[in-house]
């Protein structure tokens, strides 16, 4: 791992040290100072000329801050001559963006992964985008990896014959029907209209999930409000066990109480794409870690390997 300098922004430090020490490979210092005029200033404390840069920085809350801060750490790594500049992002915030769905409305997706090029990102890697369309938004190499192996391998060692995986959405059904494949399980969809922010609601749940243990997959859990919604849409089919698994864990505005809560739910499974700090930390709470997932494909990309391998889920 010669000729490689990693980075991490304020977002998420935790898991840059959790991937350097996969790599045994240094985390190297930064600096980041806030002017009195409320500007942000960024000074990376390594040499980076021709080296292989990687920058760790989720774009979670503070989203705007983070998303600043990285556009200054990829610019810094230009000005230092880095040979090669890539983001590991392992959450998108603004992959929710991606299509004009009302008048006059801002395509947020296009526009960050603009602002990430014209920075300085040479290629990103990231895990799980809320679209696949939002994989076509960037004019740079995108390595999409996803989470479901590592979620999969939780599950495995529990008795899983009268189990089916369920979606809350008909836009990730592709990823239950993929996730479902790894444990050999069944999979349904429900038939989600959101209203707003924090208000769905599921007209009709397609396949067999009566008398059946559930597993409700979701790409990200925010508020809680279509987990729930699917939960008491599912009630009346006298399900047994409820899990919930999801990839980024935003678990924001009392979610996760909200869902401690619920007796039908008996363990929530999270990666640490994003922090969840260890106050919010309920007990049915279980959070996996998908550093090994990144150390290995930054390994990969730095060696010039195929990284194909890591993102196909089944």
Not at 57 to 62: G, I, K, N, S, Y
Not at 130 to 147: K, M, T
Not at 245 to 252: D, E, K, S, V
Request: net charge negative.
């Amino acid at each position: 791992m010669g000729d490689i300098a990693i980075f991490s922004g304020s977002a998420h430090p935790e898991l840059a040290a959790e991937i350097c020490a996969q790599l045994q490979v240094p985390l190297y210092p930064s600096r980041v100072e806030r002017f009195a005029s409320d500007c942000l200033e960024v000074q990376l404390l390594e040499n980076c000329r021709e080296r292989d840069v990687f920058i760790v920085q989720p774009l979670c809350a503070p989203v705007q801050e983070n998303l600043v801060e990285l556009l200054l750490m990829l610019d810094a790594a230009r000005g230092a001559s880095a040979a090669r500049r890539t983001v590991v992002m392992p959450f998108y915030a603004y992959a929710r963006s991606d299509k004009k769905d009302r008048p006059r409305v801002s395509l947020g997706g296009r526009l960050v992964a603009d602002l990430l090029s014209t920075a300085g990102a040479d290629r990103i890697l990231t895990m799980t985008l809320h679209a696949p369309q939002v994989h076509g938004f960037f004019s740079v190499p995108v390595d999409h990896l996803h989470a479901l192996t590592e979620l999969a391998e939780h599950f495995r060692g529990d008795d899983l014959s009268n189990t089916v995986v369920v979606s809350p959405d008909l836009g990730n059904a592709k990823e239950a029907a993929a996730f479902a494949r790894l444990l050999g399980t069944g999979v349904a969809a429900a038939a989600k209209q959101r209203i707003s922010d924090d208000k769905v609601v599921i007209s009709a749940v397609i396949g067999d999930v009566e008398g059946k243990d559930i597993i409700v997959l979701d790409d990200e859990i925010a508020k809680g409000s279509s987990v729930i919604e699917l939960l008491d849409h599912l009630a009346p089919s006298h399900v047994g066990t409820v899990r919930i698994a999801c990839t980024h864990g935003l678990f924001a505005a009392g979610a996760l109480d909200r869902l401690q809560a619920r007796e039908d739910v008996t363990e929530i499974v999270s990666t640490n794409t994003v922090p969840i700090a260890m106050e919010k930390r309920v007990p049915k709470l279980t959070v996996l870690s998908i550093a090994p997932a990144f150390a290995e494909a930054i390994r990969r990309i730095h060696n010039g390997e195929s990284v194909s391998a890591l993102f196909h889920p089944a």
